[in-house]
């Protein structure tokens, strides 16, 4: 169990401090009185066409940039994606990896998440210190990914060298809350060598973890280092690496009151933890190695590999369901749930791919393609200890009263190990049938082997699949005077697995339940020219997936369709010192054809708020250079939170508020941060969530102050 002690976190801090003063030292020396500005040359790979800007693709996408990562202090993707009113949390729990929704469906953590254009896993906590920017792709997202649920996707960018050696970047932040949580960072690029042909780029990060919920604390720390080598003309190759750990107190969820949903809570209240219970540990090493060659008449040759290396110790003291009455979908009438001693050791994960891609033009037909082609092979172990602790606690919770409870680990419930390999055919082209119009299409083949296996050889739950499947896209686009029309169409393919637990949810946990096949129609219209003042956008869609569900039986069944049907607007302003801009999604959602099981599946999916507002507001004091203020609003719909309707979880409404300061003494850069989330400390649910056949609730954060410094040195 890690040492949270006054003085070794004060040590932890001071030392942390000393590293960061200790690498910047040579560049006190050598202030550069200009903004540092580092330009990224990299495609958006979450698009899947080049480096083609945002205005021009026939789909959704939203890129969250460091500057805005920097601004609310986002040390989650959740923190940053939320931004966005297609993305809601999703059983998203405050100290544990995150979990969201993208257009009303849960991302697959296994499947939904790119690193550098290449597959990784998301179960895990990813820091943001060493991020560019993060990248979201709406929608179906069959185009990048082989497998996926069909939310969308997303795409960390990290950070690289800069270009020009004459701008190097040399940059220490410092930050307190929300909560006690104090961070310091360091980020450090340059070029060396005779002709600049080298650049690096060190991000290191400590950070005490004692935010807003009692007793959770911990820490993390973060190294990461980018390099890469412009060996020749045409010729570069580029590698980086990133290890993280992450040690934290976990937080387990609310739930319903037999039936009823109780008032919101005190989101500062730990409910389960205790005197002996044990943090969850993340560590994590994931890199990667790219060689990119210029060829003849503008071709371009890309290969990269990619590596993750994931260890986690999963612990949690953990409120589920009512003892007494039985009744393990929710808590009971008087606030008492039955507790578990949930361990689950040295679980790991890995994950390898193997991309090679050649794009260029071609004429053909009149008509000039940008073709793409490109193999992927990757594969995905997970090895888990052959038994978790998932034993039940004497003692029982309450809601409303602080208890006291002996530990009882005892490691008898059987993991499941799942081994993945696939190989992925893309081709992509877009077209360009005359001077506005372009036709764009791709197909995507994937062959994979899956298999997964309980970790008892007496277990009859093992299974295989081998298999092949087309994934195919295509999408049209016209630009008009100042905007874009487009539309645009595509698969998915989803792996349906019933999550790893214990005999107690499931009597099928682990096993595969197959393939199914989504789809999206899309059709849009916005801006064209990045430099209007007026920024806006517009489009409707429609995603249609297979529905997995509980049957309430013990089992979890492939039957059923589930559709969403959505309005996406958008729009942004920026006139004199003033920036506004927001965002709505209204969307429908049903469930259908559900055939094999009645009475358990409504006709409304769980957990998906039907309206999403953000909208900030923004303004620069002229009488004071380098001061704005600005205000962050954020309103999710009410959402259904029983199969039956009987009990919708209200909507909600927060505002934030923050003051940033840019200012230079002696020609020293540097931003001053204020910034105070729900500024009228608001009590609400933030969401509910159905996992493992419970019905969870989470309260939202009060009231928090957060203050950081950047320094440009």
Known sequence: MANHSPFSKATRMHAAVALCIASCASAWAQQNPNEITVTDKLPAR???FGDLPAQELPFSTTTITRATLQEIGAQRVSDALRL?????????SPAYWDILSVRGFTLDNRYNYRREGLPIS???MIPMDNKERIELLKGTSGIQAGTSSPGGLVNYVVKRAPTNAAQPVHTITMSYGPGNNRLVAADLGGRFGETAEFGYRLNMAHEDLNPYIRNTQGHRNLVALAMDWRLKPGTIVDFEFEQSHREQMGINGYSLLDGKLPSPVDPRVNLTRQSWSQPGVFDAMTGSVRVRQELDAGWRWTT????????TDDRLVFGYGCASPANYTQYCANGNFALYDFRSNNERRLSDSLESEVSGELEMMGWKHHLTAGVLRQRQLDRLPRYQS???ILQTGNVSTPLLSTPNPDFSTVNTNRSEYATELSLKNRVEVSERTSVWAGLRQVMFNRSSARNDPNDANSMRYVDHISVPWLGMSTKLSSALAYASHGHGVENFVVPNS????????GQQLGLGRSRQSEIGLRTLEAQMPVQWHASLFQIARPLAYDDGNGSRLLDGKQTHQGLDLGANLATGQWRLGSQVQWLHAQISDVRQTSGVVGTTPLNVPKFVLRAMAEYRYANLPGLRTGLHMSHEGERQVLENGSVQLPAWT???ATAHYDQKVNGLASTWTLAIDNLADKRYWRESPKQFGHYYLYPGAPRTLRASVQFHL
Not at 84 to 92: E, G, H, I, P, T
Not at 304 to 311: M, S, V
């Open 84 to 92: 966005d009113a297609a993305v809601s949390d999703s059983y998203n």
């Open 654 to 656: 927060t505002v934030d």
């Open 502 to 509: 214990a005999g107690t949810y499931w009597v099928n946990a």
């Open 122 to 124: 998301a179960e895990t």
């Open 304 to 311: 990269q590999y990619g590596g993750q290396r994931l260890k």
């Open 46 to 48: 979450v698009s899947g």
């Open 390 to 392: 998932y034993a039940p």
